[in-house]
Every structure is written in C-alpha cells, then in structure tokens.
C-alpha cells in the first residue's frame, strides 16, 4: 500500500488510460471517484466512485470535486490525427481549460494533466492545444504534473511496434537522437505506472514527466500491468464484433502505410551509408542486424498467414454462392467444384504449415 493516500478525482476515467489507472490506484489505497456520463457509471471499476456530469461542462461537475485535493485531465479525442483538429478544440481544449478552472475553484493541491511530447513534426493542431492548456496550468498557482507521452502502446494500439527499427535507427544518428527520444514509445503499463506515481508523490510547483521518465517510473506493488490486464478483460467481454472488425481494418491501414514509411526510411539509410561512417558502422551493428531479421520473419509469416486466409475465405464464398443456388440448377461440373474447394480449406493449412517448416531466407 502506498505510505501516503488522497482523494483523487479523475475526468476521463473509463478511457484507454483511465480504466486501469483508477484500478490501479485503488488497490494502492487511494480513495478515487471520475466524472462519467449517466448511463456510463458501470464502465468503472468496482469500489470507483461515480460522479455523474459533463466533462465539456464544468458547472455539472465543479461542486462535486470536493474533498479531492488531487485532480487527473484524462479527457481527450480517441485515436487522435491530423484530420481532427476541430474536435481537438471542441473536447481536449474545452474540457481541460474547464477542468483547471473548476479545480481551482474547489481548491485542489495537485493536478495532473496527461498532455503530449513536444515539440514534434506532426500534429500541429493537436500540440498546440496541449501547449495552451499546459500554459493555463503553470498559470493557475496549482502544483502541476504534466505527463508527455507521444504513443502509448496496449490492446487496439500495437501498429507502431512496427516503427520499433526506424525508432533504433533515429537514436543512433545524431541529428535525429533527440527526436527520436523525445517522441518514442511507450507502454500502457508504463503509463499507469507513471500516473501513479505522480498521485503518490505530488509535485510541488510545475513537474514534467518527458518519455525516458515515463519509461522508467518505479514498478509498483501490486504491479500496474495487474490493472492493464484487468482492463483488458473488462474490454474484450464487452466489445462488439463490428466495432473490433472496423478497429482491424483501420489498424490494417495504419500497417500498411508505415510499412511505406519504413521502406523509405531504410532506403535512404542505405543510400547514405556509404558515405556516412557512423551511420554505417550503426547498421552494422547487432541490435540492427536483428530488428531488421525479426521485421522480416515476422513480414514473412504474415505473407503466409495471408494466403492461407484469403484461400479459406474465398474458398467459403464460392461454397455458400453454390449451396445458394437450385440443386436442379447444379449440374455434374459444378458439383465437383464444389466438392474440389470444401477440401480446399484443409489442402491450406497443410501447404502452411508445411511452408513454414520448409522455408528458407528469400
């Protein structure tokens, strides 16, 4: 249990982050209510209290704050991109100046906002939000922690492991090192960590927590990745199968286009090592002689697994359209296709396994 506990009020909480946070800190012996929408108190973990209102509106939720003297800004657009700068401004900039307003006003001693790793190439819109609302914090007289993550890896969010070879690479070139840094991964686990420990040990005056901190912040007892796997099983027993299909799709579009983007990377790598004895002797080194064969095994199972499943899935297309039809319609040759592809699910899965033992380097 933690030495020190506090009330602490979350807006945001039954997000990606907030869930297993909140889990988290009750099990660390905090005392922890969020601020839901009706309708939404049974998305919180269980001993969570639920203060019902509206994030976008202070005046629903200021007078409940009390006796929280610890406030966690949570609330923010889900799987944010450039497309989104309207709504940046409609709900992280609207919810976040609302909440500063409404803790000062109920006396909270410590804030914590979860803001975004700054500066960065990308997502202008959405840092420059951030960098308003931070400067409201500094502004208010409150002792703030403010957490800059860039992306934070866990279930539904794992497309940028893929990214882990140019990240290796961008920290070993000098003019990248900072960059790549500053705007590197981070898992769920770490965050809650992070967040937690900013709870347990409030700041006094203003408290950055860049990505290397965020990486290295103290594992706990009972470990956040109790939380994270909690919330995982919450997630997974209420998700709609659509809605994980259309998740899928999307992450599948993610894949490809920084699949391009790595391509391009390596390449460009590659064109300037000749002339570039540092950045040659970096590729040449172990660590990126082995992300680069794990990225290529891993590439070539999936080729495998591909056509393995768009056989099966086409294959069970062409069976239902052939069962669909009149059995006096069917005549003798269609019958044999028919039967040719009901075997052919199981003609695949020997031809992968079979590829996958056999297969040698391209």
């Not at 988290?24 to 009706?38: E, K």
């Not at 610890?70 to 976040?96: N, W």
């Not at 809605?243 to 983007?261: A, F, I, K, P, S």
Request: charged letters at 20%; hydrophobic letters at 40%; a neutral charge.
């Amino acid at each position: 249990m933690a030495a020190r506990t506090f009330s602490v009020f979350i807006a945001g909480g039954t997000g990606y982050i907030g869930a297993p946070l909140i889990h988290a800190l009750i099990q660390r012996g905090h005392c922890v209510r969020a601020l839901v929408r009706p309708g939404s108190e049974k998305k919180l973990p269980p001993a969570c209290e639920a203060v019902v209102g509206n994030a976008l509106d202070p005046a629903s939720y200021q007078s409940k704050i009390s006796p929280s003297d610890t406030f966690v800004q949570l609330v923010g657009v889900a799987h944010p991109g450039p497309s989104k700068a309207a709504e940046f401004q409609a709900i992280d900039r609207v919810s976040a100046l609302g909440a500063i307003s409404a803790a000062m006003q109920a006396g909270v001693q410590h804030f914590v906002y979860l803001s975004v790793a700054q500066p960065a190439p990308v997502m202008k819109s959405y840092i420059a939000v951030r960098a308003e609302c931070e400067s409201a914090l500094r502004e208010s007289g409150m002792n703030v922690t403010i957490v800059r993550p860039w992306y934070v890896l866990g279930p539904g969010h794992r497309w940028p492991y893929l990214l882990l070879p140019m990240y290796w690479l961008g920290e070993r070139i000098p003019s990248t090192r900072d960059g790549a840094r500053r705007l590197g991964l981070v898992t769920l686990d770490q965050m809650t960590r992070a967040l937690v420990s900013a709870v347990d040990n409030p700041s006094v005056g203003a408290r950055f927590l860049e990505v290397p901190q965020i990486r290295t912040a103290p594992v706990l007892a009972p470990s956040a990745l109790q939380s994270v796997r909690w919330w995982i099983d919450q997630k997974q027993q209420n998700v709609p199968k659509d809605d994980y299909l259309d998740d899928v799709h999307v992450r599948m579009l993610r894949v490809t286009e920084d699949l391009r983007v790595i391509q391009r990377e390596l390449n460009c790598a590659a064109m300037q090592a000749p002339g570039d004895p540092e950045l040659m002797e970096a590729l040449s080194q172990l660590p990126e002689i082995e992300s680069l064969e794990m990225l290529k095994s891993a590439l070539d199972q999936m080729r495998h697994f591909l056509w393995f499943y768009v056989q099966v899935m086409t294959t069970g297309s062409e069976v239902e359209d052939a069962q669909r039809r009149p059995a006096k319609a069917q005549t003798a040759s269609e019958a044999d296709f028919v039967k040719k592809y009901k075997s052919l699910t199981e003609t695949a899965i020997l031809q992968h396994y079979a590829d996958i033992k056999n297969r040698k380097p391209n």
